[in-house]
């Protein structure tokens, strides 16, 4: 499998071929809003030095550090420094996922599982970290007679090596693992127990009796993003979980908490790339 060298690229790959691919980063990309895709994505961090929000958790990262997220949690990686940032990103098919399980092995289980100890965040020890490289350089290097089999054999043990881990990692994490600030920490939680009401500054404000620019200052410090962006990739994310459930686009817009359709449907489309009846049709087929 060609390693690539651009995220877009590898989810562009993953959704065409519906299995997943391969990148490996050097330099930065621009840096995305809080966002969503369509890809399960396995992000390793070789050089440290970031930050993540994932929904409302913050993770700092360090070398070693591998994050797990699905195709409903949006995210955002918060620069913290100037240094290049060396990343592995695998982008991958939720369906490929469910197709290489078996019955008694469940490889989805580490992208569906989100029980109250969950943890995004696997911190890999030295030897873990060998085992990690070693399944991606099988990956990446098998060419010739049976490399599709070769590729997937190892991606299928590099899966059986993550459930394992972040099963493990689930049992021992606590919960300041991913506090941050704790006023922010505060903030999101009321954001998203009440994500499907009409969420503005000021009715933050009013709840926390901080003022609205206070507010907007330590929210984008510490996020990286805007409250009202932030708010809009949930809902997003929400809506995106409702459709592939099967419910109507009427009823994941209602659902979302989105105030007004034309707005779900502009943002919608906008950060999933197609219409939210598209993206149902494409569910469901």
């Known amino acids: 499998m060609e390693e690539v060298t651009s995220c877009k690229i590898a989810m562009e790959n993953c959704v065409r071929t519906k299995t997943f691919s391969v990148a490996h980063l050097y330099k930065e990309e621009k840096a995305m809003e809080m966002h969503i895709h369509d890809c399960y994505e396995l992000y390793y961090s070789i050089s440290g030095g970031k930050q993540f929000l994932i929904d409302n958790r913050f993770y700092s990262i360090v070398p070693g550090d591998l994050f797990i997220i699905n195709q409903y ?20 098919h939720p369906d490929f996922v ?5 019955p008694d092995t469940d490889l989805d289980y580490c992208f569906t599982n989100r029980g ?3 943890q995004h965040k696997v911190s890999l020890n030295k030897d873990q970290q060998k085992r990690f490289l070693y399944y991606i350089n099988k990956i990446t290097s098998a060419k010739g007679y049976a490399h599709d089999i070769i590729e997937q054999a190892a991606f299928m043990e590099l899966m059986v090596m993550i459930n394992t881990l972040s099963d493990t990692n689930a049992e021992a994490a606590a919960e300041s693992e991913y506090k941050y600030n704790h006023q922010v920490d505060d903030i999101l939680a009321y954001i998203n127990l009440n994500i499907g009401q009409p969420i503005t500054v000021e009715q933050l404000a009013e709840h926390f009796f901080l003022s609205e620019s206070y507010i907007c200052r330590i929210f984008k410090q510490a996020t990286g993003t805007t409250v009202g962006k932030y708010i809009t990739a949930r809902r997003i994310s929400i809506a995106k979980a409702h459709l592939n459930e099967g419910a109507s686009v009427n ?32 569910s469901v087929s």
């Open 98 to 102: 469910k197709r290489i399980s078996t």
């Open 251 to 282: 009823e994941a817009f209602e659902k979302s908490g989105f105030g007004d359709y034309s707005n779900f449907f502009k943002a919608f489309t906008k950060a999933v790339g197609v219409s939210p009846k598209k993206y149902a049709n494409l």
């Open 116 to 118: 109250s100890r969950f």
């Open 73 to 92: 949690e949006s995210h955002k990686l918060t620069q913290i420094d100037n240094q290049l940032h060396e990343r592995i990103v695998l982008s991958v």
